[in-house]
């Protein structure tokens, strides 16, 4: 099902400091904190969710904190923002090439590793149309879980 399976605790943050430094982002226990909890979650967790957890080790934090900075992250390519529709914005710290499938009933966001997806050609005619720059293919459906029920 995924293929880096780290857990919390066990997050390398080399890359995360590395890319700090680089933009000028000062490196914070809040900021590395958060990354950590992110890094460590295979749920593409909401920033309410983030809030959440983030307040388990900070209860001061705020729910603007937590949100600006995770938009930061996303703009220095620290992670993504699943894209999809519906709001809350959905955040994923794997930035490898991977896909999606998203279950319509509870919302679960999994990651999918298909080469067959890799692969998929643009067509020609809408490459002349758009600069492609990804593409991700994103399944819906219902998950193990809610087709049980
Ligand atoms: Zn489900
Ligand atoms: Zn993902």
Redesign the pocket.
Known sequence: MHEEKAAPGVVNTDRFVAICRKNNLKLTPQRLMLYRELAGSHE?PSAEKLYRMAKRHFPSISFDTVNRTLLTFSRIGIVKI?EGKGDPRRF?P?LSE?H?FRCTRCDR?E?IFEPVFDRLEIPPDVGKRFRISGKKVILEGLCPACQER
Do not use: E, F, L, S
């Open positions: 593409h699943v994923d794997n991977h999606h966001i990651d």
